[in-house]
Every structure is written in structure tokens, then in C-alpha cells.
């Protein structure tokens, strides 16, 4: 009977874990087990999967569909390593997940979005829902089909009640940042003329830029993800017919033909990238970037030089959007990657802020028009508001994410 007696330290922690889970709050899975006869399934076949939260009082007729992320798989052989995964098979995903930062459902945590009907769509298909090709190799039994998921989680939702959206967002984090520009106008026109629909990218704006050995490393392998998954017919047609279709994967290249208003979240020393754009494995044999790339305190003078120039090549990047006063840009000097899901960067009391706005109310802000929002920060360190990430030496994520 040792309950009575649990040492002091044990309630500190789980007393900790109930106040780290209270700003979130867990949503079921919900499996699309039609779309499976449609041909629109993960790479293993299985069926597509989100996770939804009804909207209430005044934002019954809202709709927040916002895509995971996850990285890509450029080729047979990293497909199928992640086939009977989370990102790649449904069976292996959890049966819920918690909602937190701009899908939270308490007015405190998300003020402008918080009563919404909110999905989170899960990633499965590898190359952020574009894929589609109709054949099956029986060998490998992956399936590209990404693009057909995409529109059988739509229609779904449609005929759930977002037929009669008087406001749709569609936004997503990392791949699904991307997936968020990619679709943008897809989603629109798959919505009644009467919406409002804007679209939102957090940390998807991936740059097509050299890796520290000179390499473009980050444009062969997207190359790569558009010829597996056959993606070239699911993307901007004003974009492939321009250039080879792996280039108009990146933002810079295809964001400007997007007619929908769109909002970029990004930190201009997005760690993602940092880690697997422009200091990837392969072009640091000796390591040399292993501890600045866990922690940007780590940095030595030299790299974080090579830091400031990848922020230039980003500014610079991010003149692919366009100059319409309806994007949005909240671009912050912090190293970091996903500032929308969670609560202590989206919205709080020390959340990261560009002039004192945080990037909740600089979104709602735009979303509603109370007012446009395009700010890029000073560069690093200058902004101390920022919550930089700090890696773990075992952290996997790039192997997971790549
Ligand atoms: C698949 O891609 C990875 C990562 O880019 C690469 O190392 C590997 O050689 C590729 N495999 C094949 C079979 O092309």
C-alpha cells in the first residue's frame, strides 16, 4: 500500500505533466474507410485518417483543416522504410492526439479560432498530398496516391456540414505547411464562392538553396519525391510547364501564381532547414555542425555567418510570394520549426512577438481584416522573445523527418 506515501518529487512530476496537457485537449481518430474504394489510401494501402473536433456556438460554420507533417520519402527505398510507420500506414497511427496553440478549443489559448470545427489531417502519403499514380507494384505494395487523399478528405468534410462554410482555413505545419501552399487554390475552388477561405503555411516554406559542401542537395531530393510519387500532374501547370516540376515544390517558385490569400509563419533560421538544407549529413562528414545544429548557442562565429547568409537567401526567397498586401508574413529570427501547434509559441504570455504582436493575433488579425500583417525580424539574436529549440544529442528527427 505505498500509494499514501508517494515521495514529494513524484507529484512534482506528474503534477507538471497535467499542467504541460492542460492547454491541449485530446480528439479521436476518425478513419475515411470509403476512400480506400477510390484509390485514395497511405502508402500502405490502408486507409486515410483525421482527427476532428466539432466547432460550437458562433464558429459552427467555420472550418480549420489543417495538415501534420513529416518530412518526405523521395524513393522506393525510403517509401518503404516509412510504409509501416505512423506516416505511412494508418494502422500504426495513435487513436488520439491532442489539439493545442491554434487548435486549441479555449478562447485564452486561440481567441480567433477556438469554437471552429477543427481537423487535423494525418500525413500517410509521403510527399505532401500530391502523389498520384494509379499502378501498384506488387513487390514493394506502395501506393502513391497523396493527391487522391487530399480530395477524399475534402469531400468528406463537405458533406459533413463545410459545404455550408462561412469561413475555411487550411493550413498545416512543415510538409504540411507545404501542403497548405500547394493546395491553397485547390481548396478554395473546392469551396462554395460564398467563403471566405485564406490559407496559412507554418514553417513550409522550404528554400531551394546550396548546402554547406555547394550542393543543392535539398533540390535533388525534392526532384526525387516528384518522380516517385508522380506529383507533376497535382501541381500548378502555369509552374511545370516553366521549369523542371521538382522546382515548383518550392514556394519561391510557384507561391506567386497562388490567387488565394496566404499567410507564411516562418523563422528565417527555420532549424528544420538548418539541419537538413543547409548542413545535411552528407555535407558535414566530420560532424562539425552536430552541436551548433542542436543548439544555436553552440555555434561557432564562422557558422553562425553561415547562418545569417541562409536568412538573406530566405528574404530574398520569400519575393517569390509576391507583393499582394494579402499575404501575410510573420517572420521571426528564432531557431525553430512549428511555431502554430504549440501553445507556448502560438499564444501566451511569453510567446514570440514581432512589434508586441504575437503570431496568434497577427493571424487573426489578417484572417479577419482588422488588419494586414508583413514583418520580418532583425537578425539572431536580437529578438528575445524567441523560444529556440534545444535537440537532444539521440534526437532522431532528422532520420525520421528525411
Ligand atoms: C534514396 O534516397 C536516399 C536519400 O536521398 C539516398 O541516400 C539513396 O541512395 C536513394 N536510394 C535509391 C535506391 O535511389
Redesign the pocket.
Known amino acids: 500500500m505505498s500509494g499514501a506515501r508517494l515521495p514529494g518529487w513524484f507529484c512534482i512530476v506528474i503534477c507538471l505533466l497535467i499542467t504541460l496537457r492542460a492547454d491541449g485537449f485530446n480528439v479521436g481518430i476518425t478513419y475515411l474507410r470509403d476512400a480506400v474504394a477510390k484509390g485514395a489510401v497511405c502508402l500502405d494501402g490502408s486507409a486515410p485518417a483525421y482527427h476532428m473536433a466539432p466547432g460550437f456556438g458562433t464558429g459552427i460554420n467555420n472550418w480549420l483543416v489543417h495538415f501534420e507533417g513529416g518530412g518526405w520519402c ?5 517509401c518503404l522504410a516509412r510504409k509501416n510507420t505512423r506516416l505511412g500506414s494508418s494502422t500504426k497511427m495513435v487513436a488520439e492526439v491532442a489539439f493545442s496553440g491554434m487548435l486549441s478549443n479555449q478562447a485564452k489559448y486561440s481567441s480567433d479560432f477556438y469554437n471552429w470545427n477543427k481537423i487535423k489531417v494525418m500525413y500517410c502519403d509521403g510527399a505532401s498530398f500530391t502523389g498520384d499514380i494509379e499502378a501498384v507494384d506488387p513487390a514493394t505494395n506502395l501506393h502513391f496516391r497523396g493527391a487522391r487523399i487530399f480530395h477524399a478528405v475534402i469531400e468528406d468534410l463537405l458533406a459533413k456540414g463545410m459545404q455550408n462554410a462561412q469561413n475555411a482555413i487550411i493550413s498545416g505545419c512543415s510538409a504540411g505547411g507545404l501542403t497548405s501552399i500547394l493546395h491553397c487554390d485547390k481548396f478554395h475552388e473546392l469551396l462554395p464562392p460564398s467563403t471566405k477561405v485564406k490559407c496559412i503555411a507554418d514553417a513550409g516554406f522550404f528554400i531551394n538553396t546550396k548546402d554547406v559542401s555547394g550542393v543543392f542537395h535539398i533540390e535533388d ?1 525534392y526532384n ?1 519525391v516528384v518522380t516517385t510519387h508522380g506529383s507533376a500532374k497535382n501541381m500548378p501547370a502555369a509552374c511545370t510547364s516553366a521549369m523542371k516540376p521538382g522546382l515548383c515544390f518550392f514556394p519561391q517558385n510557384m507561391a506567386k501564381l497562388i490567387s488565394t490569400p496566404l499567410f507564411i509563419i516562418n523563422a528565417a533560421y527555420d532549424s528544420w532547414q538548418v539541419k537538413n538544407i543547409l548542413a545535411p549529413g552528407v555535407a558535414d562528414p566530420h560532424g562539425t555542425w552536430h552541436y551548433c545544429k542542436l543548439n544555436i548557442e553552440q555555434c561557432s562565429t564562422t557558422q553562425l555567418a553561415t547562418m545569417q547568409g541562409f536568412r538573406l537567401e530566405f528574404l530574398k526567397a520569400l519575393n517569390g510570394l509576391g507583393s499582394s498586401s494579402s499575404r501575410g508574413l510573420f517572420i521571426n529570427s528564432c531557431y525553430a520549426h512549428c511555431q502554430s501547434e504549440m501553445q507556448e509559441t502560438w499564444l501566451g504570455a511569453d510567446s514570440p512577438v514581432l512589434g508586441s504582436m504575437s503570431i496568434a493575433k497577427a493571424v487573426g488579425d489578417w484572417y479577419f481584416d482588422r488588419s494586414p500583417f508583413q514583418k520580418i525580424d532583425c537578425p539572431y539574436p536580437c529578438d528575445k522573445s524567441c523560444h529556440n529549440r534545444v535537440f537532444e544529442p539521440k534526437d532522431h528527427t532528422d532520420i525520421i523527418l528525411i
Open positions: 523521395n524513393n522506393v527505398t525510403n531530393f526525387d
